[in-house]
């Protein structure tokens, strides 16, 4: 059963990015030809264990900061880079109908919550590297501006 969820969950997962993207993402198992596939086939298996098992959020955010840093640094939106987590729902109602849609409905929103979190985390840190970037560049710019003798540099 979590064989075929993990599945179809990764086809969720991978048409956020559409088109061909999509397509290699499901087909290569190269964590260097295909990282997009690999990341996601990797660690929506460990997630799709903690939502039919203990839902360790050390786990959890472990797989989703894997994902998230991948997905923050696409030209995604945040509805694209998070909302497949929400396919689990009808997933999982399909292949778990012993489990109570409450219980389902509450391990989605915590996996959710974990997503957003990392994604959020994921895009500070990128945030905070540009600054520096530009900071540094600033930096670069007055100390050849004073090496050359010429006025300050804004």
Request: charge should be positive; hydrophobic fraction near 45%; glycine fraction near 8%.
């Amino acid at each position: 059963m979590p064989a075929t969820v993990e599945e179809r969950w990764l086809a969720a997962a991978a048409a956020a990015y559409g088109g061909l993207i999509a397509e290699h993402a499901m087909a290569g198992r190269d964590p260097f030809r295909n990282p997009i596939g690999h990341t996601l086939r990797k660690n929506l298996a460990a997630l799709v264990r903690e939502f039919f098992g203990s839902m360790d959020e050390t786990a959890v955010d472990a797989a989703f900061a894997e994902i998230m840093a991948l997905r923050s640094i696409q030209d995604l939106s945040v509805e694209r880079a998070v909302g497949f987590v929400f396919t689990l729902r009808r997933i999982a109602r399909e292949h778990s109908p012993q489990m109570r849609a409450s219980e389902i409905d509450e391990r989605i929103d915590r996996l959710a919550l974990s997503a957003f979190r990392q994604y959020l985390a994921c895009r500070e840190r990128l945030g905070q590297l540009k600054l520096n970037e530009q900071l540094r560049a600033i930096g670069v710019a007055r100390r050849r501006a004073a090496r050359d003798g010429g006025g300050a540099v804004a």
